[in-house]
């Protein structure tokens, strides 16, 4: 298959789970009456699937393809952090020092993960 037909693929790809995503959000902001969680809850699923794509990834590709793992792993890593981290700050306010300190926790832990799989590669 030429190379042009894999990128509108992978944008339908995008453009359908986006569009689920959405669903899930409006869904589960209407359940819970809170409608500004509607964010954060598409940031948790967008970032849950581009972590589900890391794992796919890292298993099909192997070494050849680790900058690929590491790049979705951050980004969907970064994305549910913060989501998840937007919802406890709302439900449990006043604790923004400890979540800092699980977003570094969290930068830290890919860095190594980038380090040792560069190494490895």
Known sequence: MPEEGKGSQRAGLAFGYLAICAAVAILVSWY???WWY???????????YLLAIALLASTAYGAKRGS???YLLLWGGLLLALGVMWIVNDLYPGNAIFLV????????????????VRRRG
């Open 38 to 48: 509607f964010f954060p809850i598409m940031m948790i699923a967008g970032g849950t």
């Open 32 to 34: 819970l009456d809170v």
């Open 68 to 70: 690929y793992f590491i």
């Open 101 to 116: 300190i699980l977003f570094l926790v969290f930068i830290g832990v890919v860095a190594i993960l980038s380090y040792l």
